[in-house]
């Protein structure tokens, strides 16, 4: 009885954070500029913060301020390459992740030598795969937020938001769809050892929604510019990597033996459980923008 309470009341905190949270980040997705970027920021940071805890919980030594040092200074160069600012920063985001993630390297080392800290490599390793994964992939979200390519420049659209909200819904809807059909109808586990609830027919009705969503965006030329092969490209990144996002986050909370990676959000767990897919779509939309659209 108080185990079938409890759902009941994690499913109420669930959906009243999504029912006054979705439209206050719709509102900043459209508004973008500033206010966007200080949003990713925030979810950057706190991701950090979320992942050194677990960190701390396996008996590691966090380095919480060069990591967030570090972290402050690649978004302000991504906010400086998508024409937010203008600061005293390497102005090309690659250039700039390429400067940071030395310094900090090294930083790091000098670090855990003058410490002289047990399981230093492990410790070295832990902080900068964390850097590059919510740090530098995070980054990504500004850049693609105030991107254009070609035939939407000639268009006179806001071709970042429109991308960002499509890729923003898309992963949402892949999500819902995944653990629906899963739930419903999926038998087989596709992963136990890492995720034991999802199913090889949720995976799969998740991949499908993902690419028929991104086409519904095409042929309401929501994304002028981008053919049927584009979508179907972003389609496959979202419902592939975008879930492999997941399984990736799923592993590290099973590795450090939490069920969540935070408790910021009632019913929904932490920053990290609630971008874990979108960490990994947004980089990837963005470098085939950048890369192939162009």
């Known amino acids: 009885m108080g185990e079938a309470r409890r759902a009941d009341d994690a499913l109420k905190d669930r959906l009243l954070v999504s029912f006054l949270g979705i439209p206050g980040l719709l509102l900043v997705i459209w508004l973008g500029g500033i206010a966007y970027a200080v949003l990713i920021f925030g979810i950057v940071l706190i991701g950090l913060r979320e992942y050194l805890r677990l960190l701390e919980a396996d008996r590691l030594a966090p380095r919480q301020w060069p990591l967030y040092f570090a ?21 090309d985001f690659a250039q700039g992740f390429l400067v940071v993630s030395v310094l900090l390297l090294m930083v790091l080392q000098s670090w855990e030598v003058m410490t002289a800290s047990p399981r230093s490599w492990l410790n070295l390793s832990a902080h900068m795969a964390g850097f590059v994964w919510i740090a530098g992939f995070g980054s990504t979200f500004i850049l693609l937020r105030e991107m254009i390519w070609p035939a939407a420049l000639a268009s006179g659209i806001d071709a970042g938001f429109r991308i960002t909200l499509a890729l923003f819904v898309t992963v949402w809807l892949c999500d819902t769809m995944a653990y629906v059909m899963g739930k419903r109808f999926g038998h087989t586990k596709i992963i136990p050892e890492v995720s034991p609830k999802k199913t090889v027919l949720g995976t799969v009705a998740g991949l499908v929604t993902a690419i028929v969503v991104m086409q519904f965006f095409g042929l309401a030329d929501w994304l002028p510019g981008l053919r049927f092969m584009d979508l179907l490209v972003l389609g496959i990144i979202v419902g592939d990597f975008g879930q492999l996002g997941d399984f990736v986050e799923s592993r590290l909370k099973r590795d450090f033996g939490v069920k969540d990676s935070g408790a910021l959000l009632p019913g929904h767990g932490g920053v990290l459980d609630r971008f874990d897919s979108l960490l990994f779509v947004m980089p990837l939309s963005y470098l085939y923008i950048s890369y192939i659209v162009r």
């Open 71 to 91: 972290a402050v200074v690649l978004l302000g160069t991504a906010g400086q390459e998508a024409g937010l600012w203008n600061l005293p920063l390497v102005p």
